[in-house]
């Protein structure tokens, strides 16, 4: 049923919301890579075999598209596509993004990201920007005329993301909680945490709880950054399955003392929060034309639902579905879109 309450609560919830995203950014570029035969390149292991064995001096690619990209720049793009008033503060030094249709403040110089898109998965080649790795709050505190992040950052949700890339984004989230930060609900997407350590990781948690103090917080993220979160816990297992998500969420969120644990995965999306667990199939596709920033537009849509309030099962639905249709399609849908897609 969460997809029937879905369509009805996109025909009918239109109202605005102000949402406010921060604080990375990059310039995405997409390449295709091709054999000596002139043939596209269909799978990873393929490719990174070709390159092992150094049949050539290079590797022909062909250059497919150039995007705004970064994990806060994805959910100010998709929660301005479902109908909201997003501000992004984040590094946007480029002429790339002067056409986002919705108010953006630039911090800084942004990443730059080369993606190769395969069959089976997607390859991402990262030049990181010093101005995003060594971001702090001082930054966006210096870009906004009331020189105040908690006033600059008030919303009905805030979408923050690539917390595994940005040293002091935990300090940063430790000086809004003693702030109070002024929203309805915060949605974290830390991005690979892999990279960044146990006590690290451990860190952002405790913080995370802090935070929970004036706002909602939600953090969101794949089964390999669940397992790894869960590991620093201490509370990991060998265990798989829906279950052992379940588990693993409930641990994490215990822990942290947070409002809500998601996952966000291909098969399905779950949840578990202090009263419940739950989860919600995912839309079923064949052929994805787009795989890399599906989780952001995940995380946007949780943000949308939850700042109007709608149930997690709703809500769920509707992370679910703004993902599905990005890697079915490679665009960001709109309301029209995904329910048209969810009719289809």
């Known amino acids: 049923m969460s997809y029937d309450a879905l369509v009805d609560r996109l025909a009918s919830d239109d109202r605005e919301r102000r949402i406010a995203a921060f604080p990375d950014g990059s310039v995405d570029t997409y390449y295709t890579p091709f054999d000596a035969a002139g043939d596209r390149i269909a799978d990873r292991e393929t490719f990174g075999d070709r390159i092992a064995r150094g049949d050539s001096d290079s590797v022909p690619i062909e250059r497919d598209a150039r995007e705004p990209g970064g994990q806060a720049v994805n959910m100010a793009r998709q929660a301005h596509a479902l109908g909201d008033e997003p501000t992004l503060y984040g590094h946007l030094e480029d002429p790339i993004f002067d056409d986002l249709p919705f108010e953006t403040v630039s911090v800084g110089k942004p990443s730059r990201i080369s993606v190769f898109s395969f069959d089976d998965d997607d390859l991402l080649l990262s030049e990181r920007s010093s101005a995003v790795a060594n971001w702090s709050l001082s930054d966006l505190e210096a870009a906004v005329p009331s020189g ?31 702030g109070s930060l002024e929203s309805s609900t915060f949605v974290l997407d830390p991005g690979p945490v ?72 291909t098969e399905h999306a779950a949840v578990a929060t202090r009263t419940e667990t739950m989860v919600v199939e995912n839309v079923a596709l064949e052929d ?57």
């Open 148 to 178: 105040d992040a908690g006033e600059a950052l008030a919303a009905d949700a805030v979408c923050c993301g690539n917390w595994a890339s940005i040293e002091r984004l935990t300090d940063a989230l430790e000086t809004l909680a003693e």
């Open 194 to 265: 892999n990279t960044r350590s146990d006590g690290a990781l451990l860190d952002l948690l405790e913080t995370l709880g802090e935070l929970k103090e004036t706002t909602d917080v939600v953090y969101s993220v794949n089964r390999a950054e669940l397992e790894c979160t869960a590991a620093a816990t201490g509370a990991d297992s060998d265990a798989s399955g829906i279950g052992a998500d379940l588990e693993r969420l409930e641990s994490v969120r215990e822990m942290a003392g947070i409002t809500a644990a998601v996952l966000h995965e």
């Open 288 to 344: 994805p034309e787009r795989r890399t920033g599906a989780g952001d537009r995940f995380g946007a849509g949780l943000a949308v639902a939850r700042a109007r309030c709608w149930d997690w099962e709703t809500a769920l639905a509707l992370g679910n579905c703004a993902a599905s249709y990005y890697v079915a399609t490679g665009e960001t849908g709109t309301r029209d879109d995904l329910r048209s897609f969810l009719d289809d």
